[in-house]
């Protein structure tokens, strides 16, 4: 496992995510003048090799504090940039996520509106021609709803909500191959959950994973076992790789990346049996955007091992 921290330059540097573009690794983060404040802005860094990084592009927003970028590969090959903007006026609504497209990772188109306001849309993924997205609710009632989109701008919603009755908030989520929906679900200060969905998304079962998580990152392998990169708040908080059972719930930890404090978020992407890690983290004093590389190998019929 090698860990390098890519970039430092903002008072607070957080909330990554990370995807592989036209050949390239693209990471993406929030910077701003502290954990919560109205200067949050997006940017992108961009690496062949994963341990040389270069800035490519800053997205700001005037009257907004951006926060929680995520990437998404559309089906057209485009890219697609999205995250929440805290408003600062709030005389209307207090939330709105907005997305931007691009050919390139480089040049961005201006922002559109998605989903509801006060929906913090927080994970999409695809399943063939359309995606299936999670967000959940700003203010009350607390709740998490599911949306489809089949051109990542209009989002029909999936009934009232597939969560409700705590305070549920971020999540992962991927597909299995015969379409069945994996979300991992934040709950505050309750257990995390695993929850599970057939077409058309409207019936999910949940189940308890036994530990609070924070910043949730979800991969599944083509052998079908799932990684989850989560904060763990048990002991000392620290991002970890984790292994996620499909049939119990259970979530065992597996590498604890170097990390404490204000940390998490992360970001991942796997490279025939190369996984790349981005997430923040504060242990080295002021928060900054990690990077980790690490070998797997998987045999077959048998978990997964580090080389």
Not at 94 to 121: C, K, M, R, T
Not at 181 to 209: F, K, M, S
Not at 217 to 236: F, I, N, T
Request: charged share 20%; with cysteine.
């Amino acid at each position: 496992m090698q860990t390098l921290r890519i970039w430092q330059q903002a008072p607070h540097n957080a909330f990554t995510d990370l995807i592989y573009f036209h050949y390239t690794l693209w990471c993406v983060f929030r910077e701003g003048s502290a954990h919560v404040s109205p200067d949050g802005q997006f940017r992108i860094l961009r690496s062949l090799d994963g341990i040389h990084w270069l800035s490519s592009a800053v997205i700001s927003m005037a009257g907004a504090d951006l926060r929680d970028a995520k990437f998404s590969l559309l089906p057209d090959g485009r890219l697609m940039l999205y995250g929440a903007g805290a408003l600062h006026d709030k005389s209307q609504q207090s939330h709105q996520s907005f997305a931007w497209f691009s050919d390139n990772g480089l040049e961005w188109s201006a922002p559109v509106a998605i989903g509801e306001p006060n929906f913090w849309l927080w994970r999409l993924a695809w399943f063939g021609q359309q995606a299936l997205a999670v967000s959940y609710h700003c203010g009350q009632p607390r709740l998490v709803r599911a949306y489809q989109t089949r051109d990542a701008r209009h989002f029909v919603p999936l009934g009232q909500a597939i969560y409700q009755g705590s305070y549920a908030n971020e999540s992962a989520i991927c597909f299995e191959p015969d379409g069945t929906a994996l979300c991992l679900l934040r709950r505050d200060p309750e257990n995390g959950l695993l929850g599970v969905a057939r077409p058309p998304y409207h019936d999910w079962q949940w189940t308890d994973i036994g530990c609070r998580i924070g910043g949730p990152a979800m991969l599944r392998l083509a052998d079908g076992q799932l990684l989850a990169c989560v904060r763990l708040y048990d002991k000392q908080v620290r991002t970890s790789l984790c292994m996620l059972d499909r049939l119990t719930g259970k979530l065992t930890e597996w590498q604890v990346l170097p990390s404490g404090g204000d940390c998490s978020y992360a970001g991942m992407v796997l490279r025939e049996n190369c996984l790349y890690i981005s997430y923040y983290s504060s242990h080295e004093q002021r928060s900054a955007i990690y990077v980790t590389r690490l070998e797997l190998r998987v045999p077959s019929g048998a978990n997964f091992l580090p080389q």
